[in-house]
């Protein structure tokens, strides 16, 4: 190959990336924002309101996984067919999705008003903690189905190369949540302060807006999503046996890590309020930071799907080796931004000394192994669910987490009652043989699999 020719390949690499991952960068860093002043606003408040939604956005967590994984594995044969330019299986695919999101949204939203404080006493035994809880809980789960409905189209978006609409409906989102919050938690132009109760209806109202417009833009730009319904459910038994073969392990990939994210979130509230609320801060900052390495894997995936599923394996694998390349490098940078940044980030909250140091340690940890996280995510969900290999991608966070990471924290938690940042330490170690698995199967072509023939 001369060099011409690779200094082209590069510069459509390069160029294709940023196009697909700068919108989503922004995209994620708004949600992640959206998070973040929600913690700070409820922050202001006292540290119990802040474990409080903690704790209730944990049941959040897990229906958002669920979501996340039907959308991801639906996204996996949009990008694909994307790459063939099958419109109409991206829109029986659009259905399929649509269809499952809205079916578990209800459902999660109907237990949430059922059993509230069975949900809350799950991660914290505290009274007026889980009373705050619930109040956030039954209010917040209404939006779900709104949420369901965003990220069905918003992923489906990404995987046609059109990341701008997400990223502007987030915008519309941020600012009527943060709005919304300021009116509400503290009770301003006439309005009483309704605390939580107050940042759950800013959410709830900020996702119905987010769904409304999403749905709007799409449509008025009537591009391949803008399906009809009839096309939508133009789905036979063997579209959707071909379908749930990837979207079934990327679901349970998704749900084994939410369900031990929320396992995680119990053995941290065994160590008390403080702990519990120094982890909801620390996590929300963390997912500032990461918000890069989310553009990065969605880039990864659609890109890596668009070349499997047009034929082009080779060009795949060049892929694969540059992805693996920027992955180290950018968790290497925002390894060291975090570390430097943690006093001044942890200054912006209202915590006590105890909190304030447990939560600088847990940020210094983080930044540590930020790097591995990274090269995790890129390859698990951009690498191997963009090649079509969902199953072995199951197969190693299946392993991980429950081999490694969930029994290293009930033993640090409940056995040693070790101080909260040495249970995030040791539940650091899964990402590591993470990595180690992942890489593994990348020297090989089992990976790259076409899901649409």
Same mark, same amino acid.
């Given at each position: ?176 949540? %943060?709005?919304?919050? +300021?009116?509400?938690?503290? *009770?301003? =132009? &006439?309005?009483? /302060? $309704? ?64 369900? %031990?994210?929320?396992? +995680?979130?119990?053995?941290? *509230?065994? =160590? &008390?309020?403080? /702990? $519990? ?32 599923g047009a034929g082009n394996i080779e060009e795949g694998k060049e892929y694969t080796r540059r992805f693996v390349k920027l992955s180290i490098i950018v968790g290497i940078f925002i390894g060291i931004i975090l570390a430097l940044s943690a006093p001044t980030v942890l200054s912006f909250f209202n915590i006590s000394e105890e ?99």
């Amino acid at each position: 190959m001369t060099v011409e020719k690779l200094q082209n390949k590069q510069s459509i690499f390069y160029n294709t990336l940023l196009k697909l991952a700068i919108p989503i960068v922004i995209q994620n860093l708004i949600t992640s924002s959206i998070n973040m002043v929600d913690t700070i606003m409820i922050g202001k408040i006292g540290e119990i309101e802040i474990a409080a939604v903690g704790i209730a956005n944990q049941y959040f967590f897990l229906f958002n996984l669920l979501i996340v994984g039907i959308t991801s594995g639906a996204g996996i044969f949009i990008s694909q067919y994307w790459g063939q330019k099958d419109k109409e299986n991206i829109r029986r695919t659009l259905g399929l999705s649509l269809i499952s999101s809205i079916i578990f949204s209800i459902l999660f939203t109907i237990i949430a008003f059922i059993m509230p404080e069975t949900i809350m006493k799950l991660f914290n035994k505290d009274p007026y903690v889980i009373g705050l809880g619930i109040h956030y809980l039954k209010i917040v789960s209404i939006s779900y189905v709104f949420t369901a409905v965003s990220l069905v189209f918003g992923v489906s978006s990404r995987c046609v190369e059109d990341t701008v609409a997400p990223m502007l409906v987030s915008i519309v989102a941020l600012l009527v949540n %943060a709005s919304l919050n +300021y009116i509400f938690i503290f *009770g301003h =132009l &006439g309005f009483p /302060a $309704m605390g939580v109760k107050g940042a759950a209806l800013a959410t709830l109202i900020a996702r119905i807006v987010e769904a409304i417009v999403l749905i709007f833009y799409i449509y008025a730009k009537k591009g391949v999503l803008s399906a009809k319904w009839k096309q939508m459910l133009d789905i036979n038994k063997s579209f959707i046996q071909r379908a749930l073969r990837t979207i079934i392990p990327v679901v349970i990939n998704d749900m084994c890590w939410a369900i %031990a994210m929320i396992i +995680y979130a119990i053995a941290y *509230g065994n =160590l &008390g309020t403080q /702990a $519990m609320a120094a982890v909801q801060i620390t996590t929300t900052i963390q997912n500032i930071f990461m918000v890069f390495t989310f553009g990065l894997a969605n880039g990864a995936a659609v890109m890596i799907g668009h070349q499997v599923g047009a034929g082009n394996i080779e060009e795949g694998k060049e892929y694969t080796r540059r992805f693996v390349k920027l992955s180290i490098i950018v968790g290497i940078f925002i390894g060291i931004i975090l570390a430097l940044s943690a006093p001044t980030v942890l200054s912006f909250f209202n915590i006590s000394e105890e909190v304030h140091n447990s939560a600088l340690k847990i940020l210094y940890i983080t930044s540590l192994i930020m790097c591995i996280k990274v090269l995790g995510v890129v390859t698990i969900v951009g690498i191997l669910r963009g090649g079509g290999d969902a199953g072995y991608a199951l197969k190693v966070e299946a392993l991980t987490m429950w081999g490694v990471g969930v029994p290293l924290a009930f033993l640090g938690s409940f056995v040693f009652k070790f101080p909260v940042e040495i249970v995030v330490l040791l539940v650091g170690l899964e990402e590591v043989t993470k990595v180690v698995f992942a890489l593994k199967r990348l020297r090989t072509s089992e990976w790259i699999r076409q899901v649409t023939n």
